[in-house]
């Protein structure tokens, strides 16, 4: 592990001379999503900074499926125990679902769209496509769903950042990239989209899209200070998707997708309700089948109900399903990506 202050804001208010320190990776994606946090910080008068982290996930080459669960956090997550940073922000989908009781999720910001996003050559959308059109992606839960649309693309390993990605289909060779609509967002790219895949189409990672800022749980007065950032309803729709997925006893590469979002209505009375809806989905590696299903309910039951749709796809066969589905690991070569 390798540590570097990025930049240094030390200024006279709210937290007075102390300066929170940021733990975030290197890429651009990952600074630009830390520095949003820094940004909200120092607006509500607490300086920060961020410090720079290397992790195992930067620095091996091989496939990322078979490195381990953490490869993008174990890293800061170290810093964080060891004292070296006070928080760390992370892609929430790197995380391992087991949280660690030494350390606290104390704000969920604000989610980016989770929905996944195509970038193909010629401004082509999905369907567009020829058959044998070579389209990249490292994530078993993206092949399997695109294998199950049955339109006979040559699905490719990808690796590398959002740059190297988009420059495989820039160059030629691939002709489409199946990318999260986040990161592009994040590092304003979106123009680079020629289609984003809505759910009925490719469920996304479950926390695609959303950060997750992390500090020691004995840190209170930090956690109050984080919990001004926190996003209530980006906060029920992840902790939704990741009680399906930990239901499901399934890693970060296995092939399930899942969203949820809060949703309004009106009661007989003309009031507004405010439920969560929570779409999950389990898939054959080789996209054969794909079981799908679907619960409504109170925000405040948002685990209840994200266990409730895993325990139908147990159901329904999803763990033989799953059955061959290789080492626990993020699902990404980038996080967010």
Do not use: W
């Not at 804001?9 to 940021?22: A, F, H, K, M, Q």
């Not at 008068?45 to 669960?69: C, N, Q, S, W, Y």
């Not at 020829?130 to 390993?157: C, E, H, K, W, Y």
């Not at 054969?288 to 325990?311: I, M, P």
Request: aromatic residues 0%.
């Amino acid at each position: 592990m390798s540590a570097e202050v990025a930049s240094d804001t030390r200024i006279e208010t709210g937290t007075g001379s102390r300066t929170l320190r940021i733990g975030t990776r290197g890429s651009l994606l990952a600074t630009t999503q830390a520095g949003t946090v820094r940004d909200a910080l120092i607006a509500a008068g607490h300086p920060a900074e961020l410090v720079v982290i290397t992790t195992k996930g930067d620095v091996t080459a091989g496939p990322v499926e078979r490195i381990g669960v953490g490869v993008f956090t174990a890293e800061l997550r170290e810093a964080l125990l060891a004292g070296d940073v006070d928080l760390a922000v992370h892609s929430y989908k790197d995380l391992p679902t087991a949280q660690d009781p030494r350390l606290v999720i104390a704000a969920v910001p604000p989610r980016e769209d989770p929905r996944d996003a195509l970038v193909a050559r010629d401004g082509l959308v999905l369907g567009e496509l020829p058959p044998g059109s070579r389209v990249g992606t490292s994530a078993p839960r993206r092949r399997a769903q695109l294998a199950a649309m049955g339109l006979g693309l040559d699905i490719r390993p990808l690796r590398g950042n959002i740059d190297t990605r988009l420059g495989k289909v820039a160059s030629g060779e691939l002709d489409a990239i199946v990318i999260a609509r986040a990161g592009l967002s994040r590092i304003g790219r979106l123009d680079r989209i020629t289609e984003s895949l809505e759910p009925v189409q490719m469920l996304p990672a479950p926390s695609q899209g959303a950060l997750a800022v992390e500090c020691r749980a004995e840190d209170t007065a930090l956690i109050e200070i984080l919990a001004g950032l926190d996003d209530r309803a980006s906060r029920a729709a992840v902790v939704a998707e990741r009680a399906l997925l930990a239901e499901l006893e399934a890693g970060c590469t296995a092939p399930v997708g899942a969203v949820a979002e809060v949703v309004e209505s009106l009661d007989d009375d003309g009031r507004v309700i405010e439920e969560l809806s929570v779409r999950g989905c389990a898939a054959a590696l080789d996209g054969s089948d794909v079981l799908r299903a679907s619960a409504v309910g109170a925000t405040g039951r948002a685990e209840e109900l994200g266990r409730a749709v895993a325990r139908e796809l147990l159901d329904l066969g999803a763990r033989e399903l799953m059955a061959d589905r290789g080492d626990d690991a993020p699902e990404q070569g980038t996080a967010d990506v």
